[in-house]
């Protein structure tokens, strides 16, 4: 087997040719680094004492996979922070040093479905129908109703049934409310009733005309037959029986339109999940001293971990009258703790600096200020 040539100590990085993906290898602040890197990971694994069994790549490998991971770590923790106001986005632009607003619009958007379930918008359509009715005829069948229509094949929700008592404000001067005032006969007579209730030209509060208007209400409930109507499997039954042929309205959904309603498929360059968030690897450049030194130990982690795997493929070396007995099991078990570490300090270190942390922190900061003012005499001004 040839000699393979190992560390010399000392190495000279090359753009293009050094590392497997050249994500950095234009930038002149990572190709000063590289070299750096190397000579720091070789010293802490025993070079010049012992040899070092890597070369030069080997050590850009891990300083090139090092970079990426921090880059990795810091923008998932990003699209984690900041997800609800990412989706729907626009995936052309690089949000590595965008500053992300928080903002209501997908809360809004996610809000619609309640809108469409209290008919006060969303975004599931509500269609309209009628359904004729027959004088003194109670229940009617909305299975026929809609194969008459033309959509049986559907499955339809009934939203609203409109046999409805006229509004409580056109029998504001009922004789029959039991509590109107002496008056409402007189402007019935001379065709004022349906008018608004100030024609009788006394100053009352707001409450008196709301308290008459649930009184109205409530009468046509309890002593008359008051409008309703009933749906169980498909049988509309309306109360009270009608007196006269006409046409009932009704509003209802699709079931499957609150699914198709509700995707959005007419652009692809939309945010849609945490795959396609526009975040790119990371400038070294800018990466602060506190990055970079993360970035070192994590480098010489991977390369104690490649040093521990090819020091496997010979567990004992022979020597005269003797053998030397590798230590790769210590470096493989060394570097797994040390990444797993390294990882957990960045992640705790990105919680420690959330939003939600921070905020709490500033609040407490403010709590304490305040304290603090408060031993300070009151000034008294006199005037």
Not at 36 to 49: E, S
Request: proline share 4%; aromatic share 12%; glycine share 6%.
């Amino acid at each position: 087997m040839a000699n393979i040539a190992i560390y010399p100590g000392s190495s000279s990085f090359a753009s293009g040719s050094s590392t497997p993906f050249g994500f950095y290898d234009s930038d002149t602040v990572y190709q000063a680094d590289a070299d750096r890197v190397t000579k720091f990971c070789a010293q802490r694994l025993g070079y010049p004492i012992v040899d070092i069994e890597l070369q030069d790549k080997n050590f850009y490998t891990a300083f090139e996979e090092a970079v990426t991971t921090y880059g990795n770590t810091v923008y998932a923790y990003k699209v984690r922070q900041d997800y609800l106001d990412l989706e729907g986005a626009q995936t052309g632009s690089n949000l590595n040093h965008a500053l992300i607003t928080p903002h209501m619009g997908n809360i809004v958007r996610i809000s619609e479905q309640y809108g469409t379930e209290a008919g006060t918008g969303g975004n599931t359509d509500w269609h309209t129908g009628s359904v004729s009715i027959s004088k003194s005829l109670q229940d009617y069948d909305l299975n026929a109703w809609a194969i008459g229509q033309g959509i049986a094949d559907k499955d339809l929700e009934i939203k609203r049934v409109f046999y409805e008592n006229r509004p409580p404000i056109t029998k504001y001067f009922d004789p029959y409310a039991g509590s109107g005032m002496g008056t409402m006969n007189f402007m019935d007579q001379f065709g004022w009733g349906n008018y608004s209730p100030a024609i009788n030209f006394m100053l009352m509060p707001l409450s008196f005309d709301l308290q008459k208007l649930q009184a109205i209400e409530l009468n046509d409930t309890i002593r008359k037959s008051n409008f309703s109507f009933e749906i169980h499997n498909n049988n509309l039954r309306i109360f009270p029986v009608p007196t006269q042929s006409g046409s009932l309205h009704i509003q209802y959904v699709v079931k499957s339109e609150r699914f198709t309603d509700n995707l959005n498929t007419s652009s692809v360059d939309l945010v849609s999940n945490v795959s396609n968030v526009p975040y790119a690897n990371p400038n070294y450049t800018q990466i602060n001293s506190i990055g970079r030194s993360w970035i070192f130990e994590y480098t010489l982690a991977l390369c104690k971990e490649m040093l521990g795997y090819i020091r496997g493929k010979y567990s004992k070396i022979p020597i005269p009258e003797d053998s030397v007995t590798l230590n790769q099991g210590d470096l493989i078990s060394s570097a797994t703790k040390d990444k797993e570490a390294l990882i957990k300090k960045l992640e705790d270190y990105l919680e420690s600096t959330s939003r939600d942390v921070l905020m709490e922190k500033r609040s407490k900061v403010a709590d304490y200020k305040n304290k603090e003012l408060a031993q300070a005499p009151y000034v008294i001004y006199l005037g």
